[in-house]
């Protein structure tokens, strides 16, 4: 399975100004792909902190680096320099991204949202882009995405403003994705427990796992309370929809089983 | 200023099946605080994983680390294991944490949320603390959190069921972060500027930005189209509440007065 890691960068995210959703939504569309997040960051807008993250997932083998946030025309924005350092592919001006952000201020332009698309130093700077990266069409903003290849992983920046970078992920990143991931699925079950003692579940649970090494299982209790059940989560990938879907069923059919010779009633999902 | 990181715990959160917001009310805790997180991870629940992103933390000198997830009792909570071994203080039998866990079965029983308040395997192993390490009482669930000491780092293991971590973190955390934040304090004001182009303000804030070391200053476009604004976010920390206003009110007048200048409009938060 090809594994990912997101690397989310902004002051506002770590001040707890703003809830970082991006992430979230990354996860869920890898998870999708049938590709695997294993981990992922959020850090400050510091040029040397975003190099350290990148080499970091760099030495772990990682198959996609996501990098979010940054991009944008102001000083703060260090996150594609940082990268730049960080696979030691200096800065140079990409003819192709100026053209993509000059269409850009041409379109604010014409739309009113700016007051005119000469080509300043700020705007100039979202053009600048490691040696070898391509440009990523942001059909919404200016900022394009930036998709560079370090030997066997790829690297992709996506700005943070997040219809932006659902632009880029839905559209310009797409057949990276599919080369990537291939044809991966993913398949889930949730079953609810009526039972709302964790501790109970867990040696079931873990013996099902044992004889399931091709699936996950996971419990996951909200609180102890009153009318409180502990949902279970069984979920399985493959290298294509059916084989997702049959180790789910196998490793799914255990769990009813194993909870019910326990006495543990399965419920609808409230 | 003290630093501290956040390590969030669970595959549920990487598969996309569920949005962390532990990590953003952490931010927020420890920004009101005056604290500043430096850096957040989420990451799966696999012991060896754990282990290193805890050193990593270590070695980066942080004040505070806050791992959150994977205290409970079932095999896939690993995390005061692995947080035991990259502090090199291995788990032993914790008869304050066992009175804690004890209690909370006790109370659970009596309420009739669970069968019985036996001492299991599973309950015993949430009694289970790094050598030295100091439990810290759950109001609302049953696995007490986990406070240890490492020269001047303090590693806090938070449950990741949202309502017993902010149990523990307003309750009996609460003289811990006073002794490491002291009486540290933040401020921020938000100015919208009536500007949907984030290339126009970015020269100026950054301008501004130079002469403010003690302050942060920071534009957030949402999106370019009709009537979008940009807001302005200037923030400072201080080593008091009326440090922090003092430093605040600078920077916040300055930048009022450089975007006025310049003919951008500040208008009312829509």
Request: with cysteine; aromatic share 4%; glycine share 10%.
């Amino acid at each position: 399975m090809e594994t990912a890691e997101i690397i989310a960068v902004g002051n506002e995210l770590l001040s707890g100004d703003v809830q970082d959703t991006n992430t979230h939504w990354l996860c869920r569309q890898i998870t999708g792909l049938g590709g695997q997040v294993g981990r992922t960051a959020m850090i400050l807008d510091d040029a040397p902190g975003i190099t350290a993250e990148v080499r970091g997932a760099l030495a772990r083998r990682s198959r996609l680096i996501l990098t979010v946030g940054g991009l944008g025309p102001t000083a703060d924005d260090v996150t594609v320099a940082a990268v730049a350092e960080a696979a030691n592919r200096p800065l140079a001006l990409s003819e192709a991204a100026l053209a993509m952000v000059q269409a850009a201020y041409d379109r604010f332009t014409r739309q009113g949202f700016v007051e005119d698309a000469a080509m300043t130093e700020s705007r100039r700077k979202m053009a600048m882009l490691p040696t070898g990266a391509e440009p990523l069409d942001n059909p919404v903003g200016a900022a394009p995405g930036v998709l560079l290849q370090v030997d066997r992983c790829t690297i992709v920046s996506l700005p943070g403003v997040p219809d932006e970078l659902k632009g880029i992920f839905g559209g310009a990143l797409r057949p990276t994705l599919r080369r990537i991931f291939g044809s991966g699925a993913f398949a889930e079950r949730v079953f609810v427990a009526d039972c709302g003692d964790e501790s109970v579940l867990g040696p079931v649970l873990a013996e099902v796992a044992a004889k399931h090494p091709d699936a996950y299982i996971k419990s996951r209790p909200q609180r102890f309370g009153p009318d409180v059940r502990i949902r279970i989560l069984v979920s399985a990938r493959g290298i294509s929809a059916e084989a997702a879907l049959r180790s789910l069923e196998r490793a799914a059919s255990h769990t009813r089983q194993a909870l019910e010779s326990r006495g543990i009633r399965l419920v609808p999902d409230p």
